[in-house]
């Protein structure tokens, strides 16, 4: 078996320094956690550039111990990444359901990686171990897996709950009365307009009742967020601090 992964990208575009930089240091900084991780890794082994060839950009990335400062082979740990990130793929495409394990930071990473492809409809990266091509991402897989990954990062996200403070709240709903009917949206907490109470009468007069039109103001304010699953469901006002412009 091969200890070198060997990485293809086929491109009709220039590609963007910046771009094919993060990308091999986001599959770097994924082979040393995958082979912190693995029985058959070596420990502190990073992937190093071997080799540029013209034409296609093509990379060969060797692991080198921090231990010994030397090559090591790892060919077994190479294969055992190239199988993880091949299943991270087909779950990503909806090709498998069973998911991997991966964190956010590993879902970013991934995005970095992507991107050269995603930006060029005729581009290909392919990925290869033990010298047989394994992985074969086009343009429209590039740009579906980047979308999956964002909708999986959104899963990722911690809930926000509690008090959150100073936070521009815009409403999209409004009544005289303070616990009916008031519906606003916080866009640093979620996405959606959700029911607004409000902690006093003085708070929700401060606010709406002398707004000649509050549904066109950003408010800057104190909320204490209820959660139901994960999901806010309530926003309760407990102070207001001033209106901003949008």
Not at 156 to 171: M, R
Not at 178 to 185: E, H, S, V
Not at 210 to 225: A, F, K, M, S, W
């Amino acid at each position: 078996m091969s200890d070198k992964i060997k990485i293809v990208l086929n491109y009709t575009k220039p590609v963007e320094l910046t771009d094919i930089s993060l990308s091999l240091s986001a599959i770097g900084s994924e082979f040393q956690l995958s082979s912190e991780h693995s029985k058959n890794g070596v420990p502190g082994s990073k992937l190093y550039l071997h080799k540029v060839e013209q034409g296609s950009l093509i990379a060969e990335l060797i692991a080198i111990s921090d231990q010994a400062s030397v090559f090591v082979g790892q060919a077994q740990a190479i294969s055992e990444f190239i199988g993880n990130f091949k299943w991270l793929k087909e779950f990503l495409l909806g090709e498998r359901s069973d998911k991997p394990k991966i964190d956010k930071k590993q879902l970013d990473r991934l995005d970095a990686f992507l991107n050269p492809v995603a930006k060029d409809s005729g581009a290909q990266w392919q990925i290869s171990g033990n010298e047989t091509v394994n992985i074969t991402i086009n343009y429209q897989q590039a740009n579906a897996m980047q979308n999956a990954a964002a909708r999986e990062r959104e899963l990722l996200k911690e809930p926000i709950s509690g008090l959150q403070q100073q936070v521009a709240l815009t409403f999209q709903q409004t009544r005289d009365n303070p616990n009916t009917g008031n519906r606003a949206k916080v866009e640093s907490i979620y996405p959606l307009a959700i029911k607004v109470v409000f902690d006093n009468d003085d708070v929700h007069q401060e606010m709406l009742l002398n707004d000649e039109n509050p549904l066109t103001g950003v408010y800057l304010v104190d909320v204490r967020v209820e959660t139901v699953n994960n999901k806010p469901i309530l926003y309760k006002i407990t102070r207001f601090h001033e209106s901003i412009e949008a």
